[in-house]
């Protein structure tokens, strides 16, 4: 959809999902690191979360569809009709169909069919290469802001590609597994920022050929840059905070037990030791 609403949702998809990821990677990695790195031993809830991940990925990618297509102004699932219909709805949904393909790879990737290693993550790969791919010739004769707009968003696509491609060889990684979390809140952010350029909602239009203008939204992607690993790095540092206070207070409480089982099994021995006695 060639409005605010068009780059809101897929902005809203980007955002949840990294947000999300900057949170599950770091809990799984603690967790693998308190398991001596066995990634057998995490808990079937993380499987389950994979798998709820896969479902919920398919369901945005459905909506993102649906909307590009039955918008009233949409193409209503008509392509050709004398000239082409509303290509950029079509290119829209192509690209929320290899993202729901992805999130089919993750479903996949959860169950006990023989799956090949890193298929979810290479699924994920090509729907961000697929994405770029499609943005790239998206804004050709556009005025200039608006080509160096979406050129900028390429730049966290492809990124957020190669490294996920990376994953597919280097399992678990969880630097790489941070990275790509950031590059999806960058992706989310900067859809935003590009609705409020493109289609500011004050009605106050930008112009679209100042350089000036270019200017500053390139130092501003770079501001999403780093608020993006920021807000990784936060997360990262509450997770930790988190499960080691909780470790600890679970370790107390474990030792806590432990005495008192201690203590009554002690107790009990006395006594049967007393009773012995009085008989003898």
């Given at each position: 959809m060639a409005n605010f609403k068009g780059h809101a949702l897929p902005g809203s998809f980007f955002l949840l999902f990294g947000l999300w990821w900057s949170v599950k990677y770091p809990l799984q990695h603690i967790w693998k690191k308190r398991q001596h790195g066995r990634r057998q031993d995490l808990p079937l809830l993380s499987n389950k979360i994979d798998l709820i991940e896969g479902i919920i990925k398919v369901f945005f990618a459905f909506v993102g569809i649906m909307a590009e297509q039955f918008v009233p102004d949409g193409p209503h699932?008509?392509?050709?009709?004398?000239?082409?219909?509303?290509?950029?709805?079509?290119q829209h949904s192509t690209m929320y169909l290899f993202y729901g393909i992805s999130g089919i790879a993750d479903v996949l990737s959860m169950s006990p069919l023989p799956v090949p290693a890193g298929l979810d993550r290479?699924?994920?790969?090509?729907?961000?290469?697929?994405?770029?791919?499609?943005?790239?010739?998206?804004?050709?004769?556009?005025?200039?802001?608006?080509?160096?707009?979406?050129?900028?968003l390429l730049?966290?696509?492809?990124?957020?590609?190669?490294s996920t491609m990376l994953e597919v060889f280097m399992r678990d990684n969880s630097l790489l597994e941070l990275i790509r979390s950031s590059l999806a809140i960058v992706q989310g952010t900067w859809f935003y920022q590009i609705g409020f350029?493109?289609?500011?909602?004050?009605?106050?239009?930008?112009?679209?050929e100042s350089h000036g203008?270019?200017?500053?939204?390139?130092?501003?992607?770079?501001?999403?840059?780093?608020?993006?690993?920021?807000i990784v790095g936060i997360n990262y540092t509450v997770v930790w905070w988190t499960?080691?206070?909780?470790?600890?207070?679970?370790?107390?409480?474990?030792?806590i037990s432990l005495r008192k089982t201690t203590y009554t099994d002690s107790s009990s021995q006395k006594a049967l030791l007393q009773e012995s006695d009085e008989e003898s």
């Open positions: 699932a008509h392509l050709y009709n004398g000239d082409w219909v509303k290509l950029m709805n079509w290479f699924a994920l790969s090509l729907a961000l290469f697929i994405e770029g791919f499609l943005f790239y010739f998206h804004v050709h004769n556009r005025p200039a802001l608006d080509q160096h707009i979406h050129s900028l730049v966290a696509v492809f990124s957020g590609s190669a350029v493109l289609f500011p909602l004050n009605g106050e239009d930008w112009d679209l203008n270019i200017m500053f939204v390139t130092m501003c992607f770079c501001w999403h840059i780093a608020v993006a690993f920021l499960t080691k206070k909780f470790g600890e207070r679970h370790k107390a409480n474990t030792e």
